[in-house]
């Protein structure tokens, strides 16, 4: 009996140790693959990371007390026809507030034509994060400064105590032509002389009747809407350069040039300025002939003599080209279209404004019948 009790004690023992085994080799198992799993949660992290760094060309970094800025921009060099993403990022320890630099009043050389704020955050140190973002264009070629920027910072526990600031270093943004490197190579051709452009047959008899019917036919419709309209009707209004501005990019998207189109190109950007011209100045140009237009520009004193100068030897090239079937250079192109930038950032002024209701409801109706 004895040895019997002994040989079970000992089969109970040896059950046990095996199943103590088995427990080990489990829990070890387990840790193992914990491991591997964080490990590689850890890897793809840093990878995505790397990748967000990359879009980003230029990333300059400044610190001062519990703040940390980061200005960034996705490209050093970028052609006429090209925007540039830059963005502003604080880092700033919680208890502090920040406040961000105002990007529209800094800037000279480049245009805002889309902000974004994606939201603050908090990095792996619990410090507050704040991003904004910009997308800026430029009308002229060349070489310009993004500038300094100012962040101002201060404790919120201690309102009465002074604001702290940061400020940046600018750096350069190169801005390069249409041509490329051709540009250099090309030569400046003299003006074409000017040849006098036959007169369209005229049909003054027509008008009186035309007038009487459009007027009875414009006021009978303003009656009908008048009474149909619910609400008042809300009118938008923009400056005449930003207007001409979003033509320009406009016209540089349909790349009419590379496609042979070189009169529909010269009858556009004629438009162009001569809309300019009347939304800023109050002159008739779109409906006049360019004689007509350039004898009453002799006679007003809204521009300099050299600007009247300029404005009737383009008007004149464009008449060549469009009339006279004359077959303009590339550099006659390229300069056609820099000198209509250069006089629109000239003249520019937010006082003079354009009525762009009608526009804007094309656009809306434009969005409803695409949905």
Known sequence: MRKRT???QKNNRFIEMKRSSTKI???????????????????EKSTDEANGES???IDKKFERGPLTVHVRADK??????????????ATVEQGYEVQMPKVGEVLKDFGIVD????????????????????RLESFLSGTFAIPAFTFEFHDVNNPEEK?????TEPFDIEVTSLLGE??????????????????????WWAWPLIVIVLTGAGTGLWLYLLHKRDKALVRFFKPAHELAYERLRALVKEDLVATGKIKEFYERISN????????????RAPERTTEEFLTELAKTDVLAASDKKRIGEFLEHCDLVKFAKHTPTTEQIQKTFDLVKEFIEKTKSDDRKVDVTEMVQSEETAEIGST
């Not at 300025?273 to 939304?279: D, G, Q, T």
């Open 55 to 57: 879009k980003f060309e």
């Open 182 to 203: 051709q540009r250099a190579e090309l030569k400046i051709e003299d003006i074409e002389d000017v040849i006098e452009i036959p007169k369209k047959a005229s049909y």
């Open 6 to 8: 002994n040989r079970k």
């Open 115 to 134: 902000w974004d704020r994606p939201g603050d955050k908090l990095d792996q140190d619990n410090r507050v994060v704040s991003t904004y973002q910009y």
């Open 76 to 89: 050093s060099t970028m052609t006429i026809a090209e925007t540039v993403l830059l963005e502003l990022e």
């Open 272 to 283: 162009i300025l001569r809309h300019y011209i009347e939304h800023r100045f109050s002159l």
């Open 163 to 167: 604001k702290y600031e940061i400020t």
């Open 25 to 43: 080799r489990l829990t070890l198992h387990v840790l193992l693959c914990c491991s591997l799993f964080w490990a590689g949660t850890g890897c």
